[in-house]
């Protein structure tokens, strides 16, 4: 009876706060997961209600989520999202507003490796490289530059909508003002079909574009051609990431926004109304126990899926019932090695002519996808990047733990392995249509967006379009939801 207490308590102070209605802001907002989506969000949501609105973010792991790191021989490196393309505005942003700063590049060469020799190899020559493109694969590599430039070119338009205050309730909705039917259909083809239309050929395909999926999303060129063409730009523009770990974007988003950071694992949300207005019960268990609070806005910024442990999340009291929980995610295997490269499978067997830092795969060798001689988030004046005979850290990306065996195919020798295993990306394909970010009034599903395309910065835009609907929605100004023509009501309101 004494737990019952403080739950009444709130419950009474949320129905006052609901029956005043009006312009009163909501009293409580809760965010499930304090990954980066989540942190944007509850930074958003403070952006658009108030700092007087009071933000939960329940997390049962580390704050970052898949923005982590991991200690190898007393120096961090990245384990989850390493680098961001220079168009990622949101992230650009976060870095701006927390004081943090861009790490060094510290420039290393790539190559392309097909199972028994390199397939494309990266030159320090910039006319070189487009003069071997050019040998190799004639004008393929113009016409997916054409191609990527052009999706992006479209969905950049999302800055301009949502800096006009426009959001959506659906992913298929988001799609549809930026690229019309042309984004949409782009999630049910697959790269290579979009591609071979546009006059790339096949050995490019095989070769390049596979090698750039593996080395993002684990997976081919039959994956959608939205989240490939996504994935693609971020190949082709420059990258950057953030001095000290990406994961700072995250606890400096959580700090700035005054966010009560609960640790704890969400099990339930659960629907009451009064006076027309809808109130969500968050149930949560931690090592102290089993709890619950209420709320006037959920946000579900964990993937809902069915091999996710966040997946156990029930929803009830909702007519019709929410059932969300589909499609499988990809896993993927981080394994920062510490060790001398075996350069001799490579094709070389003296380490020291090795020239390469960076080695993505074609469909062959199936074992692992990407290999990187990787340096540490914090990066001094005069660090440099070790030599390919001596021992350096790196980050070998596999769809499965490595074998030993397998180690020793890669490395001569090694000092220690360290794993990280990620339910990395939405597998595309085993979700038959989009899901929805309006699940009920006032609760959202964040990650909904990742089944269009799958990085960052997709996710700092979708928490962009949830407090903008959440907001919009509360304050009922729905000619701010779902608009056709946005372009040209977005033109005469300048």
Known sequence: MARAAPLLAALTALLAAAAAGGDAPPGKIAVVGA??????????LQQHFGPRVQIDVYEKG??????????????????????????????????????????????????????????????DWYLLNLFRLWWHYGISFLRLQMWVEEVMEKFMRIYKYQAHGYAFSGVEELLYSLGEATFVNMTQHSVAESLLQVGVTQRFIDDVVSAVLRASYGQSAAMPAFAGAMSLAGAQGSLWSVEGGNKLVCSGLLKLTKANV??????????????G????????????????DFYDIVVIATPLH???????????????????????????????????????????????????????????????????????VNISASFRRKQPQEAAVWRVQSPKPLFRTQLKTL????????????????????RPTLPRFALHDQLFYLNALEWAASSVEVMAVAAKNVALLAYNRWYQDLDKIDQKDLMHKVKTEL
């Open 62 to 123: 580390t704050v970052g989520g898949r923005l982590a790191t991991i200690s190898v021989n007393k120096q961090h490196y990245e384990s989850g999202a390493a680098s961001f393309h220079s168009l990622s505005l949101h992230m650009q942003d976060f870095v701006k507003l927390l004081g943090l700063r861009h790490r060094r590049e510290v420039v290393g060469r790539s190559a392309i490796f097909g199972g028994e020799h390199f397939v494309l190899e990266e030159t």
């Open 411 to 430: 490395f001569r020798s090694y000092y220690s392995v360290q794993i990280a295993e990620w339910q990395a990306h939405p597998l595309y394909g085993s």
């Open 262 to 275: 609960i640790h704890a694992a969400v099990t339930s949300v659960t629907l009451h109304s009064t006076e």
């Open 277 to 292: 207005k809808a109130l969500y019960q968050v149930a949560y268990e931690n090592e102290v126990g089993n709890s619950s």
């Open 306 to 376: 069915v091999d996710n442990s966040s997946s156990n999340l029930t929803f009830a009291g909702f007519h019709p019932p929410i059932d969300d929980v589909q499609g499988s995610f990809q896993p993927t295997v981080v394994s920062l090695v510490h060790g001398y490269l075996n350069s001799s499978y490579f094709g070389f067997p003296d380490p020291k002519l090795f020239p390469f830092a960076n080695i993505l795969t074609t469909d062959f060798p199936s074992f692992f996808c990407n290999l990187d001689n990787i340096c540490p």
């Open 35 to 44: 990954g980066i989506g989540g942190s944007a969000v509850a930074h958003f």
